[in-house]
């Protein structure tokens, strides 16, 4: 059965302990991000200038690599001596500050097929949509690319555009500012579009601040209307049958809005702090992640003609690391959750969502996840991507995908058309990630890829401790002789 690709665009508000870059500063767990920004901390989601930069093009260029196979991956992940192919096209908008270098082709598995290089400002969130992306960053801009050049933009006016996801016709953006704006191409034009609306609207805000009882309490002696993000929208995602839009916000919060008419439906105090990650499964449900360590079940029931209420159904995780990022398998029924000690937990669809495992891949904390067929791809601040293909109940590591100078905050992926590749039937994924080097890199996986090591994951211990006994049993060795019995053979024991 054909998977569809799964992305959620997400941006997150975490608390990392430092790495040992001189620039990053660390802070206090549940601590919320300061009013002022921190240009020196590239791990920090407030680091920014604050104002736009003037819009200029660059006279250095980032240099691509072409098509290797990275498995296994290289040990210098600055290593920029190979030849960089610049191909920078002409922009609609003028004073474009982007550029874009393309690698030639190549038939590896896993390969960098370019970079799209910007010399302002961190790449917050991607969107892909078959062969354009949307790439949003602090400057408040939405830039369109079609087959890596570029293609259109558009600009917000207001707030840096934390989120994006793609509706149909229709373009959702998530901003600092705590709005949602909305997108729709001219049908004559699809280079140009138009801004159709925002989330709430004002119609909606108007008609609602007459009524007290539509006030709630937002922060100490402060009340504000409960259809309206008092923070940052930290990200976005679609209902199953595409009806319903969903966001999560810094405020505590995620909200719902029914598409057809703009109406939020319903606001939900879900977490003790940031929530994260929102992302729409399977089933009817919903999960949030948050900073204060958790991921939580939401049951979505229609009571009525038009009225939605959610019900909190199960807390999958509590943890102290917080939680940065969410993503859903829905063919098979499987979330994943990137977190900031920098491990990937995931949960399997039963009578209930159980714990599957772990995923450990990276030595920074996990920022972003997202899923595309039997694959699973995690971005760190570590600067790495790493590759997972799924494999019965277990995950092997296909590849990890070095070349970024920052941290990796987001990512895009989408089947590339005609992907039927090498007579194998694997299919081919475009995979794009967003990082604080001010950089898009655009790189090809190949679904059917060899491993680069046995199966990853980490089983529960009451699971291990099954499979423990019954490789004793099996192979007749005495649970004095346990310790010598190799890990990858307890992993493939049954």
């Not at 504000?224 to 993000?229: D, E, G, L, V």
């Not at 992302?279 to 939580?296: I, M, P, Q, R, W």
């Not at 917080?322 to 920098?342: E, H, N």
């Not at 604080?436 to 790189?443: A, N, P, R």
Request: charged fraction near 20%; hydrophobic fraction near 30%; proline fraction near 4%.
């Amino acid at each position: 059965m054909k998977k569809n690709s799964t992305t959620v665009a997400c941006n997150y508000n975490y608390n990392m302990v430092a790495a040992s870059d001189s620039n990053t500063a660390s802070t206090t767990r549940r601590q919320r991000p300061p009013t002022t920004t921190n240009n020196n901390n590239p791990f920090h989601p407030t680091a920014a200038t604050g104002e736009e930069q003037p819009h200029r093009f660059s006279t250095t260029s980032d240099t691509a690599t072409a098509c290797d196979d990275l498995s296994p991956p290289p040990t210098d992940i600055n290593n920029n001596s190979n030849p960089s192919f610049d191909i920078t096209s002409a922009s609609p908008l003028s004073k474009s500050p982007w550029s874009s270098q393309v690698a030639p082709e190549s038939h590896s598995h896993t390969c960098l097929r370019g970079s799209l290089v910007r010399k302002e400002g961190h790449i917050y969130s991607l969107a892909a949509k078959g062969d354009l992306l949307y790439t949003g960053s602090e400057s408040k801009n939405i830039r369109v690319w079609k087959n890596q050049r570029e293609f259109s933009g558009f600009k917000s006016g207001s707030g840096f555009v934390k989120s994006i996801i793609i509706a149909g016709e229709t373009i959702f953006t998530g901003h600092q500012d705590g709005k949602i704006r909305i997108w729709k191409a001219s049908t004559k034009d699809p280079s140009l579009h138009k801004r159709i609306g925002t989330l709430p609207t004002f119609r909606a805000k108007f008609k609602s601040s007459f009524n007290p009882s539509n006030y709630v309490e937002v922060k100490k002696h402060r009340n504000a209307i409960w259809i309206k993000h008092t923070d940052t929208i930290s990200c976005l995602s679609l209902s199953e049958d595409g009806s319903l839009l969903y966001s999560s916000s810094w405020d505590r919060t995620f909200k719902v809005w029914r598409i057809s008419d703009s109406k939020c439906l319903e606001s939900v105090k879900a977490h003790e702090d940031a929530v994260n990650a929102v992302a729409a499964g399977f089933d009817g449900l919903l999960f949030t992640g948050s900073a204060d360590g958790s991921v939580k079940v939401w049951h979505r029931q229609i009571e009525g003609k038009g009225v939605t209420r959610h019900f909190l159904s199960q807390t999958l995780l509590k943890q102290e690391s917080a939680v940065t990022s969410l993503a859903v398998d829905p063919a098979d029924s499987v979330l994943y959750c990137g977190s900031s000690d920098g491990l990937v937990n995931f949960w399997e669809r039963g009578k209930f969502l159980s714990h599957g495992g772990v995923l450990r891949g990276h030595k920074l904390a996990v920022l972003c996840v997202a899923v595309a067929g039997d694959l699973v791809f995690s971005g760190s601040a570590d600067t790495s991507i790493c590759v997972w293909r799924r494999e019965g109940g277990g995950h092997v590591c296909l590849s990890v995908l070095t070349g970024h100078g920052g941290p990796v905050k987001c990512l895009a992926v989408e089947e590339e058309k005609g992907s039927n590749w090498g007579g194998g039937g694997g299919r081919r994924f475009m995979v794009y990630s967003g990082s604080t080097d001010k950089s898009v890199k655009i790189w090809r996986v190949l679904e059917q890829g060899a491993a680069m090591q046995p199966p990853a994951v980490v089983t529960p211990p009451s699971a291990r401790r099954r499979r423990q006994q019954q490789y004793v049993e099996s192979n007749g060795v005495g649970w004095s002789d346990f310790s010598f019995v190799q890990t990858s053979e307890l992993l493939h024991a049954r």
